[in-house]
T-cell receptor, first 113, second 115 residues
Framework: QQQVKQSPQSLIVQKGGISIINCAYENTAFDYFPWYQQFPGKGPALLIAIRPDVSEKKEGRFTISFNKSAKQFSLHIMDSQPGDSATYFCAATTSSNTGKLIFGQGTTLQVKP | NAGVMQNPRHLVRRRGQEARLRCSPMKGHSHVYWYRQLPEEGLKFMVYLQKENIIDESGMPKERFSAEFPKEGPSILRIQQVVRGDSAAYFC?????????????FGSGTRLTVV
């Protein structure tokens, strides 16, 4: 019940295309859903996050879509750029989880020029 | 603000040796979280500490692993008698509050290789 399942494992997109990464969860107590971006040799960095009381959040080219009834959320990267090539992780937590994050398995994105 | 500092960046240990990984949180952060990332996998929570206290160690293996966050100095993750399966990247995160919603920042990790 504490799992977050992420797909696809890897993704190749042409420059200017849309990258879509999906995550699903079981625990209905989760109330915070961040996405992290990780470059090789670096730690994860917060990209964008959403709470379940909204269905969509947009920051620049990055959008989270959230479907509470389906217990799914996704990251959309519009106008994907080669600099977006990285590993992306979805995560989830509850307010009572004392800050512990449950991560998905990760998606390696390659944006071809 | 220097960010979360982890050292060493790379650590090679022979089987049976001890590994000590250090994490200096950001200034003003009193909450530290350790995660382990195995190759091709996501990060798995290990332990959450506040100064001088272990709050949640539900993700720590029962044997050989320990963690501390003393009143002075960095947080330490200690792995005794390392085995090949301990090879992984170990990340710590620090936060000003017990929540990832404000200022939760990861370090660049320590990559442990057991030979």
């Amino acid at each position: 019940q504490q799992q977050v399942k992420q797909s696809p494992q890897s993704l190749i997109v042409q420059k200017g295309g849309i990258s879509i990464i999906n995550c699903a969860y079981e625990n209905t107590a989760f109330d915070y859903f961040p996405w992290y971006q990780q470059f090789p040799g670096k730690g994860p960095a917060l990209l964008i996050a959403i709470r379940p009381d909204v269905s969509e959040k947009k920051e620049g080219r990055f959008t989270i879509s959230f479907n509470k009834s389906a217990k799914q959320f996704s990251l959309h990267i519009m106008d994907s750029q080669p600099g977006d090539s990285a590993t992306y992780f979805c995560a989830a937590t509850t307010s009572s989880n004392t800050g512990k994050l449950i991560f998905g398995q990760g998606t390696t994105l390659q944006v071809k020029p | 603000n220097a960010g979360v500092m982890q050292n060493p960046r790379h650590l090679v240990r022979r089987r049976g040796q001890e590994a000590r990984l250090r994490c200096s949180p950001m200034k003003g952060h009193s909450h530290v979280y350790w995660y382990r990332q195995l190759p091709e996998e996501g990060l798995k929570f290990m332990v959450y500490l506040q100064k001088e206290n272990i709050i949640d160690e539900s993700g720590m293996p029962k044997e050989r692993f320990s963690a501390e966050f003393p009143k002075e100095g960095p947080s330490i993750l200690r792995i005794q008698q390392v085995v090949r399966g301990d090879s992984a990247a170990y990340f710590c995160a620090s936060s000003p509050v017990a929540s990832p919603k404000e200022g939760y920042t990861f370090g660049s990790g320590t990559r442990l290789t057991v030979v």
